[in-house]
């Protein structure tokens, strides 16, 4: 079974520029995670994403937002970039029971922003 | 707010060493995750413990869950090269919220 899959890689921005960054999941998944991974503040939850609704959103400001699309796929932007934006972000998928019960996450392999 | 601790933060050791890693909480986790994660890449599964005082071995890898499911250890026997890595323990938030609550990590550097 093929796992999840992100677009692109690899990417370079300007401070000021927007980013669009795409996820897929794994067939039969459902949910969608989005984290950001830096070295200072290790993985940090963005936002998760089920049947098309966003179910939970982590600290971060507005400038980050998310959607899921009916097969699954997600796609998460960020507007006006900042130095700070540079990081590696994740995402992963799962198969949740419903709240309170959980199947296990497995991670996309990233997309490493770095902003100039 | 429930937040997971591990140690060590830093881990460099000589091929063949054992080692364990700590993951700390104050709070209870239904169940709790490791993760390998190699640079440049995203986390993996290597294994996930549900029951209190649950004991998994992956080869040379052993995971035990806290018999209060607050706590968790991972021991690496005999450790190689290719164990190195960014070991992080992660677990469901319990405060009826859908995200999962990371640990600080671990990195490990085995040296030939």
């Known amino acids: 079974k093929a796992g999840v899959t992100q677009t692109p890689r690899y990417l370079i921005k300007t401070r000021g520029q927007q980013v669009t960054l795409s996820c897929s999941p794994i067939s039969g998944h459902r949910s969608v995670s989005w984290y950001q991974q830096t070295p200072g503040q290790g993985l940090q939850f963005l936002f998760e994403?089920?049947?098309?609704?966003?179910?939970n959103k982590g600290n971060f400001p507005g400038r980050f937002s998310g959607r899921q699309f009916s097969n699954s796929r997600s796609e998460m932007n960020v507007s006006t970039l900042e130095l700070g934006d540079s990081a590696l972000y994740l995402c992963?998928?799962?198969?949740?029971?419903?709240?309170?019960?959980?199947?296990?996450?497995?991670f996309g392999p990233g997309t490493r922003l770095l902003v100039l | 707010t429930q937040l997971l601790e591990q140690s060590p933060q830093f881990l460099s050791i000589q091929e063949g060493e054992n080692l364990t890693v700590y993951c700390n909480s104050s709070s209870v986790f239904s169940s709790l995750q490791w993760y390998r994660q190699e640079p440049g890449e995203g986390p993996v599964l290597l294994v996930t413990v549900v029951t209190g005082g649950e004991v998994k071995k992956l080869k040379r890898l052993t995971f035990q869950f806290g018999d209060a499911r607050k706590d968790s250890s991972l021991h690496i026997t005999a450790a190689q090269p290719g164990d190195t890595g960014l070991y992080l323990c992660a677990g469901p938030s319990t405060s009826g919220t859908y995200k999962y609550i990371f640990g600080t990590g671990t990195r490990l550097k085995v040296l030939a």
């Open positions: 992963a998928s799962s198969r949740p029971l419903g709240q309170g019960a959980w199947e296990t996450q497995y």
């Open positions: 994403y089920f049947s098309e609704t966003q179910r």
